[in-house]
């Protein structure tokens, strides 16, 4: 059974640091995976897809990497802002289709102004 | 893109009474639907899973007689919450796939019974 994890669980930074977020997950075979931010009372949006043959994706100051072998990822977040401050959800979904996402249960993100 | 379109975003309803959530797929079309309810500061937690057409498979625990849900078109999926109870107050949320854009989430509907 397919298991994501999320380190840290919380993490508090200044304004201006760049930061990385981590996920893990148990069982490779997967069709892809994607990040999203939560904010507190609202749906999720996504960030960033990446397929299972991909290395990384790049959104801005978002940059998320996937080594598929070893069951992780990380969100990589560049000069942080107040306003990033969210909870940030990894999810992978199975290989296959029209299955429902894995979620980690998040890392809450707040950056101090 | 991919967007879902989720209606009403807040619901306020009496103890007893029946609530509709709707998700409507803008863009594309939705064969398969995802319904979560979140509580708060908690997970997202997967209630059941609609495909148009057929009956929503529910997961263990979840009760289909009260969470009524139905996919009749590939663009509209919705989720009655019926004689609804303070306990079902929560975050409800749809999702659905799409090819190459990943999961595309609704906004979410907050549920309070009084």
């Known amino acids: 059974k397919q298991e994501v994890t999320q380190i840290p669980a919380a993490l508090s930074v200044p304004e201006g640091e760049n930061l990385v977020l981590n996920c893990s997950f148990t069982?490779?075979?997967?069709?892809?995976l994607q990040w999203f931010r939560q904010d507190p009372g609202k749906g999720l949006t996504s960030l960033l897809l990446?397929?299972?043959?991909?290395r990384e994706q790049t959104s801005g100051r978002l940059n998320a990497s996937l080594d598929k072998s070893s069951g992780r990822s990380t969100l990589y977040i560049a000069a942080s802002q107040p306003g990033d401050s969210a909870t940030y959800l990894c999810?992978?979904?199975?290989?296959?289709?029209?299955?429902?996402?894995?979620f980690g249960k998040g890392t809450r993100l707040s950056v101090i102004a | 893109g991919a967007v879902v379109s989720q209606h009403p975003s807040w619901v306020i309803c009496k103890s007893g009474t029946s609530v509709k959530i709707e998700c409507r797929s803008l863009?594309?079309?939705?064969?398969?639907m995802f319904w979560y309810r979140q509580f708060p500061k908690q997970s997202l937690m997967l209630m059941a899973t609609?495909?148009?057409?057929?009956?929503?498979?529910?997961e263990q625990g979840v009760e289909k007689d009260k969470f009524l849900i139905n996919h009749a078109s590939l663009t509209l999926s919705t989720l009655t919450v019926t004689s609804a109870h303070p306990e079902d107050s929560s975050f409800y949320i749809c999702?659905?796939?799409?090819?190459?854009?990943?999961?595309?989430f609704g906004s979410g509907t907050r549920l309070t019974v009084v």
């Open positions: 999702s659905a796939p799409r090819q190459n854009y990943g999961y595309t």
């Open positions: 069982d490779s075979a997967i069709y892809n």
């Open positions: 990446i397929q299972s043959s991909q």
């Open positions: 999810a992978v979904s199975p290989l296959s289709g029209n299955t429902p996402l894995v």
């Open positions: 863009d594309f079309q939705a064969t398969t």
């Open positions: 609609s495909n148009e057409g057929s009956k929503a498979t529910y």
